[in-house]
């Protein structure tokens, strides 16, 4: 026979499933997709592990992304906002000469590496949901939109993000085994995009001051 005192215990067990608003709901399972994409790889994102790790449904899921794919565009919108705002802060402390273009250039990296961001883009080309890559696009163009100064030439810095990103999603999936077979440090992926930067910032130093 249940008490009324062990069904308070049971409403308070901490391992039951919260209420969340929708809005929450969807973030933890965005959260949740991000985490077993760094722990255990694209494969191991699935509605039904995502919302096994949440402690919802399959159906509740379906209901916040329609489906996989859904769930890949979202979690790719996510990502992009998150790795565009560490970077576009970035950037204006090495403006400020807080944070060197090296250390900007190992960060851009880590966002495509350790992040899981080259991890999720292959995913999506190998699924043949290339389609859901838009946001994370849209969000890096809005990061040049917004770091984009006067004095600055915007073909210049276009030309910059597209080799920077490519170069970070390059090292990102084949990196190790190509300087591996060139004989070369693992680093130097980083090293090179680096000094790219550093030429870029003093380019645009010398144009904001002339």
């Known amino acids: ?46 509605l039904k592990a995502v ?63 350790r992040e899981g961001a080259g991890a999720l883009a292959s995913w999506m080309l190998l699924s043949g949901n290339e389609d859901a890559l838009d946001p994370i696009i849209e969000a890096i163009h809005r990061l040049v939109d917004e770091i984009s100064e006067d004095g600055q030439d915007d073909t210049s810095l276009h030309e910059l993000t597209l080799e920077m990103v490519l170069m970070a999603l390059g090292d990102a999936l084949l990196g190790g085994p190509m300087s591996a077979s060139l004989g070369l440090p693992r680093e130097t992926g980083r090293q090179i995009a680096g000094r790219k930067l550093a030429d870029s910032f003093d380019e645009w130093q010398s144009q904001i001051k002339s």
Do not use: W
Request: proline share 5%.
């Open 1 to 46: 026979m249940t008490t009324h005192a062990s069904k308070i215990v049971q409403l308070n067990d901490p391992a039951m499933p919260r209420r969340l608003s929708p809005e929450a709901s969807r973030l933890a399972a965005l959260e949740a997709a991000r985490d077993l994409l760094l722990e255990s790889g694209p494969q191991a994102v699935t």
């Open 51 to 113: 919302a096994g790790r949440i402690g919802r449904t399959h159906a509740n899921l379906l209901h916040h992304f329609g489906s996989a794919s859904g769930l890949q565009r979202e979690l790719a919108g996510y990502m992009g906002d998150k790795i565009c705002s560490k970077i576009g802060a970035a950037v204006a402390q090495m403006r400020g000469g807080v944070v060197t273009p090296h250390e900007l250039a190992d960060l851009i990296f880590d966002q495509f590496d």
